[in-house]
């Protein structure tokens, strides 16, 4: 199968500072990879680049074969490739549902201004829109708080909406950078759960950067290790865990 995803010799330099080092690796359609290693080694501006928030300084990378390093996030998004939980916008004023359409609308080629004016063909788009969006808030255990505004959520529901505003755009790759940051056991369990339910019941491609080891051995199907902005090591849980490379990494840091 052909990857839905290749990250070609991508470099990024910030001034001195080579925060990506001729990186390459192929993602499969459905895939759950994670990219470990430790602070600093570079897995967010990687991510970055892969997302349009940041551009290559040499190297590029492609979705289905077409180039997408470069262009704007906005683009990226509606190609199908989304980041998400780390600067996704919640309008606090907004229900958890119309947080989720809004986001629909926003990132489609459906027009915002026409979903606010009620336009037939917004209207029609909504209403063909309206049963994902329940069904997305219902998968990520919102149901019974859809109606409340996003200003009266904790932030574990905080959380949890900002997956269905990522989701709700319809991506085909997402992009997940610490998305268990701050939970606890139970937590992110369920969240493991449900990366791997988006992976089985709709075909997403999840790529995800993570510190809780146990957490990434038990959802990945691949890993990729960096180091001081180098991809060191590239296999199986298993083989990563093996790995002299990725155990030196690790300990030294
Ligand atoms: P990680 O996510 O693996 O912890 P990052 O990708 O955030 O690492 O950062 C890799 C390196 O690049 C770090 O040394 C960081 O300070 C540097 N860096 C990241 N973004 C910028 C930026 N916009 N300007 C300058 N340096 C940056
Ligand atoms: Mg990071």
Redesign the pocket.
């Known amino acids: 199968m052909s990857p839905i995803l290749e990250i070609r010799n991508v470099t990024k330099k910030?001034?001195g500072?080579t925060?990506n080092n001729d990186i390459s690796f192929d993602v499969a359609p459905g895939e759950i990879l994670s990219v470990i290693?430790?602070?600093?080694?570079?897995?967010?501006?990687?991510f970055k680049q892969i997302a349009g928030f940041?551009k290559p300084t040499t190297g590029e990378v492609r979705f289905k074969g077409e180039r997408i390093s470069g262009l704007a996030p906005h683009r990226v998004a509606r190609l199908g490739v989304v980041r998400t939980f780390q600067e996704t916008t919640i309008f606090r004023s907004m229900t958890v549902r119309e947080n989720v359409i809004v986001s629909h609308h926003l990132r489609s080629r459906a027009s915002l201004l026409g979903y606010f004016l009620g336009t037939a063909t917004a209207r029609a788009d909504e209403a063909e829109f309206a049963r994902s969006a329940d069904e997305i808030i219902d998968f990520l255990g919102l149901g019974a708080i859809r109606d409340e505004l996003a200003s009266n959520l904790p932030q574990g529901h905080l959380r949890a909406l900002g997956m269905a505003i990522g989701l709700a755009t319809q991506p085909q790759v997402i992009l997940l950078?610490e998305p268990f940051a701050g939970m606890n056991h139970d937590e992110t369990m369920r969240m493991v759960a449900l990366v791997r339910r988006l992976r089985d019941e709709r075909g997403v491609t999840v790529l995800l950067?993570e510190h809780d080891m146990p957490a990434v051995m038990k959802i990945s199907d691949r890993i990729v290790c960096?180091n001081f902005?180098e991809k060191i090591a590239e296999g199986s849980p298993a083989e990563i865990q093996a790995n002299p490379r990725v155990i030196e990494a690790y300990l030294g840091s």
């Open positions: 910030f001034g500072l925060a290693g430790p602070n600093g080694a570079g897995k967010s501006t990687l940041e950078d950067v960096i902005g």
